[in-house]
């Protein structure tokens, strides 16, 4: 990537010169000769200097968005001549969600293991925002989930592999246990356990409730734990949304897992992954394993 670029990208993520100069391990003043020429290049000064640091001018902000994705396209020009020579991977790193983490992904990890012994797999477990940020920032080559109708990076793909209802986690013995397909109405007066971390992951159950014309219930906590959550609902009466097709690999012992009327949400699942990445032996074959995996079990 073009170093003048990427010395505006470090000002701008961390605020200030002198931090940027340390992590592009070069002096103070090389930095501030670099940036004085992208300023001289665009015509315009790019960054406010000041006792609190470094903040952007309006010209600056409109420049990160295109610098960004130059970089992006710079990491991926890099994964794609390399997916060509080698074909293959050092480390392979995966984000899931609890359903691929806790169902889908056991089996095609263990076979992927057996065919390329010379690639480390890491996995990690995580919120849907987080992972695809991690994705967009090249933390992680391909992550498993399900699609929640979000915009898409131009440099992502989505590999639909199966759909995902989400219905609702109770204790057993709670009493709406047998009361059949639940409704928005007969759930409105439940406390709820979010799956999440910040008001946003609770958008597909606040339109289960909205579309029903019931006001959003009371949301006492969330956990970025999923087990943690899950606990708490086999010892209370507190309800969790998660996805149908988990009920049979569900962590926590004392839970069923009911439908809705209507569903909460019905999405499709998949893989999500950097076009480049898709170049990968390896990447492929895993792609390949889940899927089957998905298709023996429906």
């Not at 070069?26 to 020429?37: A, D, G, M, V, Y």
């Amino acid at each position: 990537m073009d170093k003048l670029l990427l010395t505006f990208l470090e000002i701008f993520r961390t605020g200030s010169l002198t931090t940027a100069a340390s992590r592009l391990n070069i002096t103070q003043p090389s930095l501030t000769k670099r940036l004085q020429q992208l300023e001289d290049i665009y015509g315009t000064e790019l960054f406010e200097r000041g006792v609190s640091g470094a903040r952007p001018t309006p010209a600056g902000l409109a420049l990160v968005a295109y610098a960004e994705r130059i970089e992006s396209e710079t990491h991926q020009s890099h994964e794609a001549v390399t997916a060509v020579r080698e074909r293959r991977m050092e480390v392979l790193r995966i984000g899931a969600g609890p359903l691929f983490q806790l169902r889908y992904l056991c089996g095609p990890l263990l076979k992927i293991r057996q065919d390329f012994p010379d690639t480390r797999i890491e996995l990690v477990a995580g919120l849907y925002r987080d992972s695809m940020a991690d994705l967009s920032s090249f933390q992680l080559d391909i992550v498993f989930g399900a699609h929640e109708a979000h915009a898409l990076a131009d440099q992502l793909h989505f590999v639909p592999m199966t759909e995902v209802e989400q219905g609702v986690a109770l204790r057993k013995g709670h009493p709406l246990s047998d009361a059949g397909r639940l409704d928005a109405t007969t759930l409105s007066g439940l406390e709820w356990v979010i799956y999440g971390k910040r008001a946003e992951d609770a958008v597909l159950l606040n339109g289960f409730f909205k579309r029903a014309g019931i006001p959003i219930p009371n949301y006492p906590l969330l956990t970025s734990s999923f087990t943690t959550g899950l606990q708490i609902v086999a010892g209370s009466e507190a309800a969790m949304m998660v996805p149908i097709d988990l009920a049979p690999a569900l962590p926590v012992s004392g839970i069923t897992v009911h439908k809705t009327s209507p569903e909460i949400a019905l999405m499709p699942a998949g893989g999500f992954l950097r076009r480049a990445t898709l170049e990968f032996k390896v990447v492929a074959a895993l792609l390949r394993e889940v899927q089957h995996g998905i298709n023996r079990e429906l």
